[in-house]
């Protein structure tokens, strides 16, 4: 089972202002330093699985 995004639509999320896509089998969402990339995947995994204990680990070992 896997899960799949065909379309995302945000406003005001974080220093995102207005980002929407619509995404195919592969993506690359890409933008200068401090404009929400990071802030955005977070989002995304936190939505779908509420609390991954791994994702705070690579924050903070990077």
């Known amino acids: 089972m896997g899960i799949r ?3 995302i639509s945000v406003k005001d999320l974080g220093p995102i202002k207005d980002f929407s896509s619509e995404f195919g089998l592969f993506n690359l969402i890409y933008s ?4 929400g990339k ?7 995994i936190r939505s779908l699985f509420k609390y991954v ?6 924050r903070e070992k990077g």
């Open 5 to 7: 995004i065909d379309k």
């Open 32 to 35: 200068r330093n401090e404009k």
């Open 38 to 44: 990071t802030f955005l995947t977070e989002f995304i």
């Open 53 to 58: 204990k791994r994702w705070s680990y690579l």
